[in-house]
């Protein structure tokens, strides 16, 4: 079975029966929507595939948000100390029910969240933490700012997720844990991370930034590894601007993230341990907790138009959605992502396929355009005196030959993706525009050269 296969098959087993159906008898006809194979491609003076070129616009806010916000203004509990009932308790209540975790801390942002994770579990200088090169620069940020070594693995090729054998090799006796990031909301492949950590005793972190409410295995993506952790920056799918919140069922190291992330102090009111000061300010749980109406139908939303999305890419050669683990129930859809592989393509390179789909009026984009493993600092870190003094030559050595991710770098060419948090919120007929508008683009792809 080829890894389109496999992808479409997951993504069909997340689709509800009805949309399934709906998927399933639908008669598309070679290209959808438009006319057939004669189409002029509208960057060569034919007809645009869509006209509407609008989306739903994200962040969501609606009366209710709204209204939450004023409500907190007026009481003038701002900040959550003020308060054992504001809208930061509360919020970390219902969102860990949300997910399915005992308890959750809520931060100020992803990186927060993350760095006080790792601050919790005693990780630090000489510690070594192996995650992704293909991630927001916020994950390894949360490992430099303890002041341990961040390892980057490679990745598949075709789930853009970390590459398990290769997290594998890159265990040393300095490992203290895994932090395995759910790249565009969907699960990395966690059965392996997990026994991975189980048998070189690490920690597993689970960078779940991108990745609210979905499912692997029937738990929730942040309730798998000791801790999870969650963004809730402008663009997620739960979103508040800035934010961002832990998870977890293990009180003692809950308690300690409390303690981390609220400089030090734990609930009991003493200052017990080094820690920033990460905690989350009552209007961004305001606008959280007003848009907890809607939330687990918008989710479905983006499930269901994913799903018909990857049923309409099957016919397409050269376009491979991400490909989902097994276990993968749903995903959260920050981004809807695929391979754009131009050797289907006649060679046209992606900037041109990109430019012809934006003339139908359909955007696509690259997504992260190089892997951090290829950002300069790396080289700041070997050459400072702080981290020169914490590693020896010989690991730092080591260090700067290992960090060649050359999947990295291909999944970084091939990738073409869409935004998800609003437009998978859009109709099925908006799915189909971008599926014909690709479609099109590629029954016409022996013109792409010349644009
Ligand atoms: C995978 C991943 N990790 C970490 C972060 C950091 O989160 P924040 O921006 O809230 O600090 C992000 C944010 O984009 C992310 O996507």
Known sequence: MNSKDLTRRQFIAVASAGSLAAAASRTIPAYGNIAGKASKLAILGGEPVRKNRSW????????????????????????????????????EKKFAELIGSRFCVATGSGTQALHTCVEALGIG????????????PGTIASILAARALPVMADLDRESFQLDPDDVERRVTENTKAIMPVHMMGQPCHMDRFMEIAKKHNLKVI?????AHLAEYRGKKLGTIGDLGCFSFQSSKTIACGEGGGITGDDEELMDKCYTVHNHGTSRRGRTEVAGPKYRMNEFEAAVLLGQWPGIHERFARRNANANHLTARMKDIPGILPQKLYEGTASGSFYLYAMSYRKE?????????FLKALSAEGVSLSPYIRQGLHREPWIEHILNSRVYKRMFSGQRLRRYREETPCPTCDQVCEEMVMIWASGPLLASKEDMDDIADAIQKVYENRDKLASI
């Open 56 to 91: 739903p616009r994200w962040p969501h806010w609606d009366d209710d948000v709204a209204e939450s916000v004023m409500k907190t203004l007026k009481s003038r509990i701002w900040c959550r100390i003020q308060s054992k009932s504001g809208t930061v308790p509360t919020f």
């Open 125 to 136: 200088a000489g510690d070594e933490v192996i995650t992704s090169p293909y991630t927001d």
């Open 206 to 210: 689970e960078d779940a930034c991108q």
């Open 344 to 352: 289907h393509f006649n060679d046209v390179d992606r900037s041109k």
